[in-house]
């Protein structure tokens, strides 16, 4: 790179308030004050050109900087390690010859709960500061404790047409698919079209107990996410709501309802098998279950491949992290949990999607335990292709590893790799498994893959007896 070397400046979306409130109380300290400048300068370009691209050359930016071009490289490459840019080269004799793609900050909850970035920043700026940053940062969530919610419905208020929303106009189509690059549009309405959990049901039931249903309806999105990552049915998370309310105020406490979950949900598959599969409630299936298994027909997957796809819509995503946990003889973290909850809070994608992501990462990438980094830069990217079914999400896995298999010069970046489902799918998993005969040498092995094929039989039976014998 010189002083005449091209650039072209590009970024998906401006930045919000927040996220420069973030960029200078959390990212600087990191970035020097430089890199900074750098971050800012590039910005700025940006919007004088009112958020388009802008081309220049690097002298333009060593004259506003009064940096040299090895400075600005050194501040680039810091920029590139914490994802707030991107740089690609351009073909050769094309220019602009090369472009920066400004990446906004993740959020303060993100940059605290990330092990990388968190310890990174308690290094630099030291305890006293880093406290001082999280206090800041960690602003208290309203109480609602006296408070009845009286708001209005959005089909309280709004009448829409039911034709119009089964089959969107096309201009309705085409808009949405516009933004879906650049926002995450999918984060209302609350209930996604993944999961059939019936909500009037669950407040029929719960009609008949002392619990304030407007404590249900202000906690839709927190019972979906319930719902989604232990594929609890209505009557299973009627059960726990009641038993989370309190009897002399009727109210729902939300975060014992969320604590015992957890743990009743993690001793039971401790102790026997997984629940049912998100989106596969007590009154309706999703249809990717039966779309993915007539394209697993077509011979384009490897036979682990196929029994992936199958696993992965029949179990939740907690239960299905615990079972990959057991066969490496792990432990799911609360990190994870976490992790697991981040993502199915963005309702991007079904819970069969975030169990191929999760063997993605623990089998076939061979990670301990999932980072949020790493699994958030994966989801990214599926998200971005449009990933909605396991299915999708494998094909994605080919296409990636075809992609790294082109000719292309070598070069150092930080990229999710592997790119294809490799890892052999764990024993509990395979539809046809039979075990072997016992040796001296593998009679451990032979007993705890039996356990989990004993416990994956037992969860279709119980599948068997929920659904009316429609396994």
């Known amino acids: 790179m010189t002083p005449k070397t091209t650039v072209a400046i590009t970024a998906a979306a401006t930045l919000t ?19 900074y400048g750098l971050l800012l300068v590039l910005w700025r370009q940006l919007g004088l050109n009112h958020g388009t691209q802008v081309q220049l050359k690097h002298s333009e930016l060593l004259n506003l900087l009064n940096i040299s071009v090895t400075e600005l490289e050194h501040c680039r490459q810091r920029l590139e390690a914490l994802e707030l840019m991107q740089t690609y080269r351009n073909q050769p004799d094309k220019l602009p010859e090369l472009v920066y793609e400004l990446q906004q900050p993740v959020s303060a909850s993100t940059f605290f709960g990330d092990d990388l970035l968190s310890v990174l920043l308690l290094d630099v700026v030291g305890e006293k500061q880093f406290k001082r940053l999280r206090a800041h940062f960690a602003r208290p969530a309203m109480t609602h404790e006296g408070l009845t919610n009286i708001s209005s419905q959005f089909l309280d208020v709004f009448q829409v047409n039911d034709r119009l929303i089964a089959t969107p106009p096309a201009l309705i189509s085409e808009t949405k698919s516009a933004f879906n690059d650049n926002e995450d549009v999918t984060n209302w309405p609350k209930q996604t079209a993944e999961s ?44 726990y709501i009641n038993r989370s309310t309190n009897l002399a105020t009727n109210a729902l406490n939300a975060r014992q309802l969320q604590a015992m979950i957890a743990e009743e949900q993690r001793n039971l598959s401790r102790s026997a098998t997984p629940p049912s599969e998100p989106g596969q409630s007590h009154t309706a299936k999703t249809s990717e279950t039966a779309s993915t298994s007539a394209s697993t027909k077509k011979g384009q997957y490897s036979k682990q491949e196929r029994a992936l796809i199958t696993v992965a819509n029949q179990v939740s995503p ?83 590893q075809e992609e790294r298999n082109k000719p292309r010069p070598n070069r150092n970046g930080n990229r999710w790799s592997q790119g294809t ?30 356990r989990a094929i004993d416990r994956l039989n037992k969860l279709r039976a119980e599948k068997q007896d929920r659904n009316g014998g429609d396994a």
């Open 421 to 450: 489902v490799k890892e052999t799918l764990p024993d509990w998993a395979k539809k046809d498994y039979q075990p072997a005969k016992k040796t001296a040498d593998d009679s451990v092995s032979d007993a705890q893959q039996q």
């Open 17 to 35: 308030a927040d996220q420069r409130e973030v960029l200078d109380d959390l990212y600087q300290p990191l970035i020097g004050v430089a890199g």
């Open 318 to 400: 907690m239960a299905f992290l615990n079972k990959m946990h057991e066969e490496k003889g792990g432990f799911v973290t609360n990190g994870e949990q976490r992790i697991i909850e981040n993502l199915l809070s963005k309702q991007i994608f079904s819970g069969a999607v975030i169990n191929v992501l999760i063997f993605y990462l623990l089998m076939d990438m061979k990670q301990a335990a999932l980072t949020q980094r790493l699994t958030e830069t994966i989801a990214n990217s599926w998200a971005q292709a449009g990933v909605k079914t396991a299915d999708d999400a494998v094909k994605e896995i080919h296409r990636f």
């Open 196 to 239: 059939h959990f019936d909500f009037d049901l669950l407040v029929d039931i719960l009609k008949r107990s002392y619990v304030n249903l407007e404590d249900i309806k202000a906690n839709r999105e927190l019972i979906l996410n319930e719902h989604l990552m232990y594929g609890l049915t209505e009557p299973e998370m009627a059960d």
